[in-house]
């Protein structure tokens, strides 16, 4: 598995952003999979993740009603559609690939990270 995200950058308060991972080894598809995001000096928190049949999707609570999980499995890509963005959601963001199937909310469960991309929503 290795991760690829994309798609951050620069929003005001209340625009949209779409966030892709791709695994470029196309290894992952059996994988649940899960966005995170970091704030230097804080600790990795949970925003969203999704089972490898994308029959389960967790968010977490300051995210949910704004952000969407999704994959393509076809492509190997799971995208993360942000919308109403507010200036907190500022972090740099991180897919993951969980060591299972089924989809999680702990750091732990994931084995493979990608590189991060940087989302600054202005206000």
């Known amino acids: 598995v290795q991760l690829q995200a994309s798609g951050g950058g620069l929003v005001q308060a209340g625009g949209s952003l779409r966030l892709s991972c791709a695994d470029s080894?196309?290894?992952?598809?059996?994988?649940?999979m899960g966005w995170f995001r970091q704030v230097p000096g804080k600790e990795r928190e949970f925003v969203a993740a999704?089972?490898?049949?994308?029959?389960?999707?967790y968010y977490g609570d300051s995210v949910k009603g704004r952000f969407t999980i999704s994959r393509d499995s076809a492509k190997n890509t799971v995208y993360l559609q942000m919308n109403s963005l507010k200036p907190e959601d500022t972090a740099v963001y991180y897919c993951?690939?969980?060591?299972?199937?089924?989809?999680?909310?702990?750091?732990?469960?994931?084995?493979?990270w990608g590189q991060g991309t940087q989302v600054t929503v202005s206000s």
């Open positions: 080894r196309r290894t992952s598809s059996n994988n649940g």
């Open positions: 993951a690939a969980a060591l299972w199937a089924s989809a999680s909310r702990s750091p732990g469960d994931y084995r493979y």
């Open positions: 999704i089972s490898w049949r994308s029959d389960n999707r």
